[in-house]
């Protein structure tokens, strides 16, 4: 009679040990790979959305320049009534040709809804400073007071300093909530009305950024690389778009944008 060759009960529970081991060591890595990815198809398909959406406009409007239709500024001196005279009527073009293009699947609600994120802690690009009014200025209102749209995303627009801002956060009320994450500001071009950055990081040192004066605090906030992996400073994260728009990693290392987020 053979032998009948087999494992040993304790071979087997070592085995599956290693094997839990390895598998409680990579999972984290693969989990964070998958969350990156997402975050990516997402992003790529709000530019696209966008980017039809200003095509769209444009027609609507009835005008080859979107920007320069839209932020027509007229100064009355005598009644104070100066401002941005057609600018409700772009936004309003706007969101309803974003909403039909990302609400186009069948069976989904075309409706818009407000939402005020006062209460919400957003973080920057690096999670080490919370977001606020303090450091983003204007640019406040396109993060905090803004619209959930029909495919979960989170969208609101604001025309200021002759400049047309988007700010979106690409998957709504879904973590991770950091600037440069799921949440970036965009400008529209002035020049071929593309998507945009809304500020393109430069290279200013801390002491550099320390040394310079600024009449608003949120002056001094933005300057420098606000995309950066070390930067304390708490608008950090409001050029990230420059960086997402090419595919590039803030910390020069040639890796794509999203494949190098900081955890």
Sequence with gaps: MK????????????????IGIVAAMTFPSMLGKFRRKVLETQFKKTVSVISQAIMQTKVKLGSDKFVGYCVQY??????????????????????KNFVNIAGNKSGTSLRTYNIVRTDE????????????????????????????????????????????????????????NRLGHDIFIFTIDKNNDTISFANKPQNFTEEEIEDGEYEEEYWKERKGN?????SKQKANGIGCAWYALRDMCPDG?????????PD
């Design 3 to 18: 032998d009948i060759k087999a494992f040993t009960m304790a071979e087997v529970l070592i085995t599956l040990g290693i």
């Design 74 to 95: 007229e100064s009355n001196e005598i009644s104070d009534a100066s401002g941005y005279v057609v600018a409700a009527d772009c936004y309003e073009a706007f969101f």
């Design 121 to 176: 802690s957003l973080k920057t690009f690096n999670g080490l400073q919370t977001q606020g009014a303090s450091s983003l200025g204007g640019l406040y209102d396109v993060i905090y007071l803004t619209n959930i749209m029909p495919d979960g995303s989170f969208l609101n627009m604001m025309i200021n300093e002759y400049q047309f801002y988007i700010g979106v956060d690409i998957n709504g009320q879904k973590g991770p």
């Design 226 to 230: 606000p995309c950066s992996f070390t």
């Design 253 to 261: 290392s040639g890796r794509s944008y999203f494949e190098c987020l």
